[in-house]
Protein backbone atom coordinates (compact mmCIF):
# COMPACT_ATOMS: atom_id res chain seq x y z
CA UNK A 1 0.00 0.00 0.00
CA UNK A 2 1.12 3.81 -0.94
CA UNK A 3 1.79 6.07 2.18
CA UNK A 4 1.52 9.45 2.60
CA UNK A 5 3.11 11.65 4.87
CA UNK A 6 2.68 15.14 5.34
CA UNK A 7 4.61 17.85 7.16
CA UNK A 8 4.58 19.61 8.85
CA UNK A 9 1.75 18.26 11.39
CA UNK A 10 1.12 21.73 12.34
CA UNK A 11 1.94 25.06 11.28
CA UNK A 12 1.34 28.32 13.31
CA UNK A 13 1.32 31.50 10.83
CA UNK A 14 -0.31 34.75 10.48
CA UNK A 15 -2.40 36.01 7.91
CA UNK A 16 -0.90 37.41 4.61
CA UNK A 17 2.24 34.69 5.37
CA UNK A 18 3.39 32.27 2.42
CA UNK A 19 1.91 29.29 3.63
CA UNK A 20 3.66 25.62 2.15
CA UNK A 21 2.61 22.27 3.18
CA UNK A 22 4.67 19.15 2.06
CA UNK A 23 3.05 15.31 1.26
CA UNK A 24 5.34 12.34 0.34
CA UNK A 25 4.30 9.12 -0.71
CA UNK A 26 5.96 6.23 -0.31
CA UNK A 27 6.22 5.31 -4.10
CA UNK A 28 5.97 6.97 -7.28
CA UNK A 29 2.23 8.20 -7.68
CA UNK A 30 3.23 10.28 -10.96
CA UNK A 31 0.87 13.28 -10.41
CA UNK A 32 -2.56 11.34 -9.01
CA UNK A 33 -2.35 13.36 -5.91
CA UNK A 34 -5.24 15.88 -4.55
CA UNK A 35 -5.11 18.24 -1.82
CA UNK A 36 -8.20 18.88 0.59
CA UNK A 37 -9.27 21.68 2.94
CA UNK A 38 -11.44 20.77 6.32
CA UNK A 39 -12.78 22.72 8.78
CA UNK A 40 -13.79 22.08 12.45
CA UNK A 41 -17.61 20.17 11.85
CA UNK A 42 -17.67 20.29 8.29
CA UNK A 43 -16.75 17.74 5.56
CA UNK A 44 -13.73 18.34 3.59
CA UNK A 45 -13.53 20.29 -0.01
CA UNK A 46 -11.96 19.35 -2.64
CA UNK A 47 -9.06 22.09 -3.65
CA UNK A 48 -6.41 20.51 -6.14
CA UNK A 49 -6.69 17.74 -8.51
CA UNK A 50 -3.96 16.08 -10.71
CA UNK A 51 -1.20 17.59 -7.88
CA UNK A 52 -2.19 21.26 -9.50
CA UNK A 53 -4.90 21.88 -11.09
CA UNK A 54 -7.38 24.24 -9.02
CA UNK A 55 -10.90 23.05 -8.30
CA UNK A 56 -13.64 25.54 -9.32
CA UNK A 57 -14.41 28.22 -7.54
CA UNK A 58 -11.35 27.54 -4.70
CA UNK A 59 -9.22 30.98 -4.83
CA UNK A 60 -5.75 31.59 -6.65
CA UNK A 61 -3.78 31.95 -3.76
CA UNK A 62 -4.15 27.97 -3.60
CA UNK A 63 -1.59 26.20 -5.82
CA UNK A 64 -0.40 22.74 -6.08
CA UNK A 65 2.87 21.38 -7.44
CA UNK A 66 5.34 18.61 -7.59
CA UNK A 67 4.92 15.01 -9.15
CA UNK A 68 6.41 11.27 -8.44
CA UNK A 69 6.69 11.21 -4.31
CA UNK A 70 6.87 14.76 -3.13
CA UNK A 71 4.31 17.43 -3.60
CA UNK A 72 3.24 20.84 -2.08
CA UNK A 73 0.14 22.55 -1.51
CA UNK A 74 1.18 26.34 -1.51
CA UNK A 75 -0.99 29.35 0.38
CA UNK A 76 0.37 32.74 -1.64
CA UNK A 77 -1.18 35.24 1.51
CA UNK A 78 -2.90 33.67 4.40
CA UNK A 79 -6.27 34.60 4.85
CA UNK A 80 -8.59 34.22 8.22
CA UNK A 81 -10.63 31.86 6.31
CA UNK A 82 -7.70 29.36 5.62
CA UNK A 83 -7.44 28.51 8.90
CA UNK A 84 -7.66 24.45 8.72
CA UNK A 85 -6.41 21.33 8.55
CA UNK A 86 -5.51 20.31 5.13
CA UNK A 87 -4.82 16.76 3.40
CA UNK A 88 -3.56 15.34 0.48
CA UNK A 89 -4.70 12.31 -1.30
CA UNK A 90 -3.17 9.53 -3.77
CA UNK A 91 -5.05 8.39 -5.95
CA UNK A 92 -2.62 6.40 -8.38
CA UNK A 93 -3.98 2.78 -7.94
CA UNK A 94 -7.22 2.82 -8.78
CA UNK A 95 -8.50 -0.12 -6.75
CA UNK A 96 -7.24 2.12 -3.66
CA UNK A 97 -6.63 5.67 -2.15
CA UNK A 98 -5.05 7.27 1.02
CA UNK A 99 -4.32 10.05 2.85
CA UNK A 100 -1.92 11.75 4.51
CA UNK A 101 -2.73 12.26 8.16
CA UNK A 102 -2.99 16.25 7.88
CA UNK A 103 -1.40 19.14 8.63
CA UNK A 104 -3.49 21.84 10.85
CA UNK A 105 -2.91 25.40 9.98
CA UNK A 106 -3.52 27.93 12.93
CA UNK A 107 -3.33 31.42 13.40
CA UNK A 108 0.27 31.94 15.33
CA UNK B 1 -27.44 22.22 -6.65
CA UNK B 2 -25.69 18.94 -5.54
CA UNK B 3 -26.29 17.45 -2.34
CA UNK B 4 -25.49 14.42 -0.57
CA UNK B 5 -27.19 12.86 2.70
CA UNK B 6 -26.08 10.25 4.57
CA UNK B 7 -28.44 8.55 7.04
CA UNK B 8 -28.20 4.74 9.09
CA UNK B 9 -25.53 5.35 11.56
CA UNK B 10 -26.06 4.87 15.20
CA UNK B 11 -24.79 2.41 18.53
CA UNK B 12 -23.59 -0.68 17.52
CA UNK B 13 -21.86 -3.65 19.50
CA UNK B 14 -19.01 -5.42 18.34
CA UNK B 15 -19.53 -8.01 16.02
CA UNK B 16 -22.57 -6.08 15.29
CA UNK B 17 -24.01 -4.78 11.58
CA UNK B 18 -25.15 -1.66 10.48
CA UNK B 19 -26.15 -0.40 6.62
CA UNK B 20 -25.25 3.41 6.03
CA UNK B 21 -27.61 5.24 2.90
CA UNK B 22 -26.42 8.28 0.99
CA UNK B 23 -29.19 9.83 -0.86
CA UNK B 24 -28.22 12.05 -3.91
CA UNK B 25 -29.61 15.37 -5.77
CA UNK B 26 -28.82 17.86 -7.80
CA UNK B 27 -27.17 15.63 -10.56
CA UNK B 28 -27.35 12.42 -12.72
CA UNK B 29 -26.35 10.07 -9.83
CA UNK B 30 -25.67 7.19 -12.48
CA UNK B 31 -23.15 9.46 -14.26
CA UNK B 32 -20.45 8.97 -11.34
CA UNK B 33 -18.85 6.72 -9.31
CA UNK B 34 -19.20 7.19 -5.66
CA UNK B 35 -17.50 6.66 -2.10
CA UNK B 36 -17.18 6.13 1.05
CA UNK B 37 -14.62 7.85 3.59
CA UNK B 38 -14.61 8.07 7.14
CA UNK B 39 -13.45 9.66 10.07
CA UNK B 40 -12.25 8.65 13.60
CA UNK B 41 -13.11 11.00 16.14
CA UNK B 42 -9.85 13.54 16.45
CA UNK B 43 -8.33 11.70 13.45
CA UNK B 44 -8.08 11.86 9.68
CA UNK B 45 -9.21 11.04 6.71
CA UNK B 46 -9.89 7.21 5.62
CA UNK B 47 -11.09 6.36 2.29
CA UNK B 48 -13.31 2.47 2.82
CA UNK B 49 -14.94 2.18 -0.55
CA UNK B 50 -15.49 3.09 -4.16
CA UNK B 51 -18.04 2.05 -7.05
CA UNK B 52 -18.35 3.07 -10.18
CA UNK B 53 -21.49 4.47 -11.54
CA UNK B 54 -23.42 0.87 -12.46
CA UNK B 55 -22.26 -0.82 -9.76
CA UNK B 56 -20.19 -3.63 -11.44
CA UNK B 57 -17.03 -2.72 -10.10
CA UNK B 58 -16.09 -2.41 -6.41
CA UNK B 59 -13.19 -1.80 -4.53
CA UNK B 60 -12.30 -1.79 -0.55
CA UNK B 61 -9.81 -0.39 2.06
CA UNK B 62 -8.16 -3.54 3.31
CA UNK B 63 -9.43 -3.47 6.69
CA UNK B 64 -12.79 -3.83 5.17
CA UNK B 65 -12.65 -6.33 3.02
CA UNK B 66 -14.96 -9.53 3.12
CA UNK B 67 -16.81 -7.27 5.99
CA UNK B 68 -18.44 -3.92 4.36
CA UNK B 69 -20.15 -4.13 1.01
CA UNK B 70 -20.89 -1.02 -1.08
CA UNK B 71 -24.00 -1.05 -3.56
CA UNK B 72 -26.29 1.29 -5.11
CA UNK B 73 -29.68 1.83 -6.45
CA UNK B 74 -29.44 4.18 -9.56
CA UNK B 75 -32.91 4.71 -9.65
CA UNK B 76 -33.42 5.52 -6.25
CA UNK B 77 -30.29 7.17 -6.22
CA UNK B 78 -29.17 6.05 -3.11
CA UNK B 79 -25.57 4.51 -2.48
CA UNK B 80 -25.54 1.99 0.72
CA UNK B 81 -22.42 0.73 2.83
CA UNK B 82 -23.19 -2.72 4.11
CA UNK B 83 -21.11 -3.28 7.84
CA UNK B 84 -20.68 -6.58 9.65
CA UNK B 85 -18.96 -7.59 11.47
CA UNK B 86 -18.37 -4.18 12.84
CA UNK B 87 -15.38 -3.33 15.72
CA UNK B 88 -14.33 -0.58 17.80
CA UNK B 89 -11.75 0.24 15.45
CA UNK B 90 -14.93 1.35 12.55
CA UNK B 91 -15.90 4.00 14.75
CA UNK B 92 -16.29 7.27 12.50
CA UNK B 93 -17.80 9.32 11.19
CA UNK B 94 -18.81 8.16 7.67
CA UNK B 95 -18.80 10.49 4.37
CA UNK B 96 -20.37 9.86 1.03
CA UNK B 97 -18.39 11.35 -1.30
CA UNK B 98 -18.89 11.94 -5.48
CA UNK B 99 -16.00 11.10 -7.51
CA UNK B 100 -15.54 14.21 -10.05
CA UNK B 101 -16.18 13.56 -13.31
CA UNK B 102 -13.98 13.48 -16.27
CA UNK B 103 -11.12 13.12 -13.61
CA UNK B 104 -9.54 9.27 -13.80
CA UNK B 105 -9.37 8.09 -10.36
CA UNK B 106 -10.98 8.86 -6.86
CA UNK B 107 -11.27 12.63 -6.70
CA UNK B 108 -14.15 13.60 -4.54
CA UNK B 109 -15.41 17.06 -5.30
CA UNK B 110 -18.66 16.68 -2.97
CA UNK B 111 -19.27 15.34 0.18
CA UNK B 112 -22.26 14.72 2.71
CA UNK B 113 -22.28 15.99 5.94
CA UNK B 114 -21.68 12.45 7.08
CA UNK B 115 -23.34 9.52 9.59
CA UNK B 116 -21.56 8.17 12.78
CA UNK B 117 -20.71 5.08 13.91
CA UNK B 118 -20.10 4.20 17.13
CA UNK B 119 -18.97 0.07 18.01
CA UNK B 120 -18.90 0.11 21.70
CA UNK B 121 -20.06 -2.76 24.33
Known amino acids: DIQMTQSPSTLSASVGDRVTITCRASQSISTWLAWYQQKPGKAPRLLIY???SLESGVPSRFSGSGSGTEFTLTISSLQPDDFATYYC??????????FGQGTMVEIE | EVHLVESGGGVVRPGGSLRLSCAAS????????MNWVRQAPGKGLEWVSD????????FYENSVKGRFTISRDNAKKLLYLQMNSLRAEDTALYYC??????????????WGQGTLVTVSS
Open chain 1, 89 to 98: QQYNTFSQST
Open chain 1, 50 to 52: KAS
Open chain 2, 97 to 110: ARNKRAVAGMVFDY
Open chain 2, 26 to 33: GFTFDDYG
Open chain 2, 51 to 58: INWDGTST
